[in-house]
Antibody, heavy 121, light 107 residues
Framework: HLVQSGPEVKKPGTSVKVSCKAS????????IHWVRQAPGQGPEWMGW????????NYAQKFQGRVTMARDTSISTAYMELTRLTSDDTAVYYC????????????????WGQGTTVTVSS | DIQMTQSPSSLSASVGDRVTITCRAS??????LNWYQQKPGKAPKLLIY???SLQSGVPSRFSGSGSGTDFTLTISSLQPEDFATYYC?????????FGQGTKLEIK
């Protein structure tokens, strides 16, 4: 079970931080991926965090603007995106995946409910 | 980045029909291919991983096949709850990429 924080409305140029709280499984046993979906578009992968080590892998598109972090004491992952523009308006999802290396044959099997982020002046 | 191209983009079918959706990768991804179903306002749901492995709890009417660059998702007998949008996704090389989606509609 993954429960995300609530909707956000942000001004261009600001930042947003979305949380993703895990329950019902061993939080450090699965990577957490972040995927966003703009209105009417397909999903877009942003990156992952290994909750066990804190290691991350970001899509180059978001390098320098995204930070993924975790707090194992409360089984929560975070995704912060800075320098927001209207193109960042989307639903942001966290999802877990069984993974032991940089790539994995497994799919993302548990998803959060999504967090709507609206960027508007 | 690896481009994932799905066809068709949309499809009209009837309950009970057999439906096949194809996904082509711009380079070989071995069998690092997943299929998801998404309904409006909901998160994607994993159906198939590793190209042909059925995710736990997913009905057996869903099946996947392929390796390398060409993959298919087949629904053997459409049920009313299957009308949704389907996405393929490669997990072989980052950035992981999704297809543009196939919207399955009721005829």
């Amino acid at each position: 079970h993954l429960v995300q924080s609530g909707p956000e409305v942000k001004k261009p140029g600001t930042s947003v931080k979305v949380s993703c709280k895990a329950s019902g499984y061993n939080f450090t046993g699965y990577y957490i991926h972040w995927v966003r979906q703009a209105p009417g578009q397909g999903p877009e992968w942003m990156g992952w965090i290994n909750p066990n080590s804190g290691g991350t892998n970001y899509a180059q598109k978001f390098q320098g603007r995204v930070t993924m972090a975790r707090d194992t004491s409360i089984s929560t992952a975070y995704m912060e995106l800075t320098r927001l523009t209207s193109d960042d308006t989307a639903v942001y999802y966290c999802a877990r995946r069984a993974q032991y290396y940089d790539i994995s044959l497994y799919g993302m099997d548990v998803w959060g409910q999504g967090t709507t982020v609206t960027v508007s002046s | 980045d690896i481009q994932m191209t799905q066809s068709p983009s949309s499809l009209s079918a009837s309950v009970g029909d057999r439906v096949t959706i194809t996904c082509r990768a711009s380079q070989s991804i071995s069998n690092y291919l997943n299929w998801y179903q998404q309904k409006p306002g909901k998160a994607p749901k994993l159906l198939i991983y590793a190209a042909s492995s059925l995710q736990s709890g997913v009905p057996s009417r869903f099946s996947g096949s392929g390796s390398g660059t060409d993959f298919t998702l087949t629904i053997s007998s459409l049920q009313p709850e299957d009308f949704a949008t389907y996405y393929c996704q490669q997990s072989y090389i980052t950035p992981e990429t999704f297809g543009q989606g196939t919207k399955l509609e009721i005829k």
